[in-house]
């Protein structure tokens, strides 16, 4: 077997200096592209392929970034970290991503800046630990964080107003003449954060339309299609009565769609349905499903960017982003009756 490639048998091949082979790997915006193009021809004629630790001792960076979410088997995460892997993709970065399952002790590894090994920063959405926790573990790490848990003002997040999303979803099936609500989706295990604030949402919406009294919320284990089902016969069996369900998420929203189908109730004659994140399964449900769209790809650009700030400035000042949503209206909720 041949010896490796060196970068300087890069610079020799380009005849250029290893600082310029450098600046064309780490992607330099003031690089010539003349030069670039003379070094990325060098690179290809004799197979160089960067080793990290070798991108670590010229510029102090891997290109390494890690990415620690709940849960891989929610749609929603498994889109975001999609969207996260090309947002870095696009920067020049490569993502690490890793599950915390809801556990505390998970996520207090995520957040340990010494459990992160190679990579140069983290995105994290946390459900259970504390601000404190996440502020006291980081270190000088650089760090983003998401959703809804953390309201940490000293360090870069994009969050999400899951009260204002709630209230619009709520308010449509108002909108559409319901009358008798009710939640799915008060959530015993993982994140009792979002659920507040999605309850808060929900009840707000009621006060304003006069139904104070009106709107139980059903509890659930966690917010899976099962549940959902589960849910929705367990308040069919205790006799409420309602013809609009205002589901926490999607998935408890298909769910509560397949057994109200099951117990003989049409949507959205019967019961109108909507749900939260627009994942993929909804728009091919029947009936489709309504939703609140939530823009995952505008929140892992806007991670990426912000960790990329930090890693450039690191006295950058923190910002504070909230997610762009709306409304998507589809079969679920709407009819001719």
């Known amino acids: 077997m041949g010896r490796q490639v060196t970068l300087e048998d890069v610079a020799a091949e380009a005849q250029v200096s290893k600082s310029s082979v450098s600046n064309v790997i780490r992607n330099h915006p003031h690089v010539r592209e003349s030069m670039r193009q003379r ?50 993709g696009d920067a020049g970065m490569r993502l690490i991503v890793q599950q915390t399952d809801n556990l505390l002790e998970r996520e207090r590894e995520a957040a340990d800046s010494w459990n992160l090994g190679s990579a140069d920063g983290l995105i994290f959405s946390p459900s259970v630990i504390e601000d404190e926790e996440i502020e006291s573990r980081r270190g000088r790490t650089p760090l983003v964080l998401l959703g809804e848990r953390s309201k940490l003002s000293s360090v870069d997040r994009v969050g999400i107003d899951s009260v204002a999303i709630s209230h619009a979803a709520t308010k449509h099936l108002l909108d559409q003449g319901r009358s008798r609500l009710v939640m799915i989706g008060d959530k015993t295990f993982g994140d009792p954060f979002v659920v507040s604030e999605r309850e808060a949402g929900f009840h707000r919406a009621l006060e304003e339309a006069g139904l104070s009294e009106a709107g139980p919320v059903a509890a659930v284990r966690d917010w899976t299609r099962e549940d959902g089902a589960r849910s929705v016969e367990e308040v069919l069996d205790a006799g409420v009565e309602f013809d609009g369900i205002f589901c926490a998420n999607d998935l408890l929203a298909l769910g509560a769609m397949s057994a109200l189908r099951r117990r003989g109730l049409t949507v959205p004659e019967d019961v109108a349905v909507i749900g939260i994140d627009d994942i993929e399964d909804g728009r091919f449900a029947s009936p489709t499903l309504s939703t609140m769209f939530i823009d995952k790809e505008w929140m892992a650009r806007e991670a990426v960017r912000l960790l990329a700030k930090q890693l450039d400035d690191p006295q950058s000042i923190p910002e504070q982003l909230t997610v762009p949503f709306h409304l998507v209206t589809r079969e679920s909720t709407t009819s001719s009756r």
């Open 39 to 88: 070094v990325n021809a060098a690179i290809d004629k004799l197979g160089y392929r960067p080793q990290a630790i070798g991108q670590n001792l010229v510029s102090g960076r891997t290109g390494l970034v890690s990415l620690a979410i709940p849960n891989f088997a929610q749609p929603y995460f498994a889109e975001l970290a999609r969207a996260a892997v090309a947002a870095a």
